[in-house]
């Protein structure tokens, strides 16, 4: 799978085209033909699940059956593609199952290093799948430092980070860990779906595959699950094409049109959910009701240098963690006092969710190696939508005071009563 030479060691990883148009405009354009009969300038939902042939393995056009290729597949994976400076991309039925493709394409016995604090399910997939077929993986709080070290000589084939992580925001040098991963011949794999290819182009920075659960940004709306990968090598794609067809985790036609309207509009929603989030972790950072506030685009994030370089403009995204003080008490009564914020699972769409990762998305995980990755039981994770911004950062000042101070008050009141 890995495009590697004879000594060992990977190519540099072939690039696309530089794009002729930015960002917005492949957004709104890019996999998004007018259709060549009735002129639709918006693509029609392809349901056929089998197309016709003239002869014997003679399709009348570009396809057979639709779990192999589908008009609506196509389209978006283009757009993905597009915005990932990808030469292709690949979409799937949901994040997991990208990771999972990724995965069960590795051979038997291969070895894979990757970031601790990834995405819960990652590690439940890492952890407790990829195992049962021959597979393992170790786990690395600073992948830049010790990556040379866990390298397994002809075993380690892959290198998956995530950057930001989940959910306490810590960013990796992706390019300091693809120069050490390539002289090996080894992969590297960017779980991009926390920033959105708006923010952040992994394969810009060394990287050769990049990841998304399209059901977070890309989609945005909160009404799909679905993934995708983006890569520039053909050998990748013709290996992951076909591990697609095989495993068949694809995604609807119909979904695939949700997710490519939601695409449409990334930049915009990037923008503004980056924007929110500024100003919220701004806010909660200068508030005493705090213990730590964990946002990429704050100078005194410990990362900052990396966002600089990383991310379009140094923004930081539309996610933040902070702890609050009080313990899990306040964290769960926070979520509660929000009028706004959701208390739910999720993030990355136009709506603004709250969550305590300790015992929602990260629940899973040991409690000793979930507090060594800094997930402690006090840890609120919010997703930042595009409400307007300062109705979402009052609503958060205001469940602070509910979460923090009134307990606080009525506590000494109890106390004076019993006295
Ligand atoms: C949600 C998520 C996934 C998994 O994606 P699904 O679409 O839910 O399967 C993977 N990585 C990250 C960072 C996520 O947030």
């Known amino acids: 799978m890995s495009p590697s030479n004879t000594n060992g060691s990977i190519d540099t990883p072939p690039r696309a085209p530089s794009p002729v148009h930015n960002f917005g405009t492949l957004a709104v354009h890019a996999g998004s033909p007018h259709d060549p009969t009735t002129g639709a300038v918006i693509e ?39 915005l990932e400076h990808a030469k292709f991309a690949l979409a799937f039925s949901s994040g997991s199952a990208t990771t999972a493709t990724i995965l069960q394409s590795l051979a038997q016995g291969s070895h894979v290093v990757s970031v601790s604090d990834v995405y819960g399910g990652t590690h439940r997939y890492f952890t407790k799948v990829a195992r049962a077929h021959g597979v393992q993986v170790t786990f690395s709080p600073s992948i830049e430092i010790d990556v040379a070290e866990l390298i397994r000589p002809d075993e380690t084939k892959l290198i998956w980070i995530e950057s930001p992580s989940n959910p306490t925001l810590s960013l990796v040098d992706i390019r300091t860990v693809a120069t050490i991963a390539h002289q090996h011949g080894i992969m590297v794999v960017v779980d991009n779906t926390f920033l959105s290819p708006y923010i952040q182009n992994p394969l810009d920075h060394g990287a050769d595959i990049v990841i998304h659960s399209v059901t977070k940004y890309i989609n945005g709306h909160s009404d799909v699950l679905m993934g995708a990968a983006a890569f520039n090598s053909e050998d990748i794609k013709d290996h992951l094409t076909f591990f697609q067809n095989a495993i068949g985790a694809v995604p609807s036609a119909f979904d ?57 403009a140094g923004l930081g995204g539309g996610m933040l963690s902070f702890r609050i003080k009080g313990g899990p008490e306040a964290a769960e009564k926070f979520c509660q006092s929000c009028n706004i914020f959701t208390l739910a699972e999720s993030l990355g769409g136009v709506e603004s969710l709250c969550e305590v990762p300790s015992s929602m998305t990260h629940a899973g995980i040991p409690r000793e190696q979930r507090e060594a990755a800094g997930v402690f039981d006090d840890l609120v994770r919010m997703s930042c939508g595009i409400e307007d911004g300062e109705d979402l950062k009052k609503d958060v000042l205001q469940a602070l005071e509910r979460a923090v101070v009134w307990p606080k008050v009525n506590g000494k009141l109890a106390l004076n009563g019993h006295a």
Do not use: M
């Open 44 to 82: 029609s939902i392809s349901l056929s699940t089998t197309f016709a042939q003239t002869g014997v393995g003679k399709p009348l056009g570009a396809y057979e059956y639709t779990r192999s290729s589908n008009p609506n597949r196509d389209n978006f994976e283009q757009a993905v593609a597009a």
């Open 256 to 312: 695939c049109w949700l997710a490519h309207r939601g695409l449409k509009t990334l930049h915009l929603r990037a923008r503004e959910a980056s924007r929110n989030a500024h100003l919220i972790a701004t806010a909660l950072a200068s508030s005493p009701h705090t213990l730590l506030v964990n946002y990429p685009g704050l100078p005194s994030h410990p990362h900052y240098a990396i966002a600089l370089i990383q991310h379009r």
